[in-house]
């Protein structure tokens, strides 16, 4: 069993940052492969990040290319992403969520992932 744990999330104006953070506890962090999700009232949740579970490998969603960065410390067991020049759009629940799957082409897809953490609210005012 793996517990995840976000943290970061708050209330912040457009064209800020806000970095989140999924602390992990269990069994082997670094044979997970993360991801992070988000989920708007109304609208289905949706894949914004990815990481392999070496690090080497990184995968986006097209919305937040360029300007979300994804990492994780497998010394610390925690996966971050990093959220520059934020949108109201970007306005969501925030999910974590761990995967053992090898192949990073399923890594978008939120069917894929067996341990999800409890998520954390970002909000981005106008």
Known sequence: QVRLVESGGGLVQAGGSLRLSCAASGRTFSSYAMGWFRQAPGKERE???AISASGRST????????????????AK??????????????????????SRIRNSERLSYSTEYGYWGQGTQVTVSS
């Open 47 to 49: 894949f914004v990040a």
């Open 59 to 74: 995968y986006y969603a097209d919305s937040v290319k360029d300007r979300f960065t994804i990492s994780r410390d497998n």
């Open 77 to 98: 067991d925690t996966v971050y992403v990093q959220m520059n020049s934020l949108k109201r759009e970007d306005t969501a629940v925030y999910y974590c969520a761990g």
